[in-house]
């Protein structure tokens, strides 16, 4: 089993910037992947980033250029660094954790609402 602990969500103006955490605990595999989903009102969850054990990363393309994925290892914590946020950029985000033999886990969700 894998907790996952997200923090960081709020209210924010057009064009401001937030940062979300995602702490992670339990049995972590060695090979695994984080990252962060959205979801808004009438839509289905979306990709915004992963990254991977190993290093790599991978964006949304509506998000590519304004958000950052980044990992603390030794906090098994997973930060997105949200910059120059728009009003469709209002969701639900959550944080994800996948396993090497395909264990999935969800958090709770954060609301992060962007005001025009």
């Known amino acids: 089993q894998v907790q996952l602990v997200e923090s960081g969500g709020g209210l924010v103006q057009s064009g401001g910037s937030l940062t979300l955490s995602c702490e992670a605990s339990?049995?972590?595999?060695?090979?695994?992947?984080m990252g962060w989903y959205r979801q808004s009102v009438g839509k289905q969850r979306e990709l915004v980033a992963i990254i991977y054990s190993r290093g790599p990363t991978r964006y949304a393309d509506a998000v590519a250029g304004r958000f950052t994925i980044s990992r603390e290892n030794a906090e098994n914590t997973v930060y997105l660094q949200m910059n120059s946020l728009k009003p469709e950029d209002t969701a639900v985000y959550y944080c994800?954790?996948?396993?090497?033999?395909?264990?999935?886990?969800w958090g709770q969700g954060t609301q992060v609402t962007v005001s025009s």
């Open positions: 994800n954790y996948r396993s090497g033999d395909n264990h999935e886990y």
């Open positions: 339990g049995s972590m595999s060695g090979f695994y992947v």
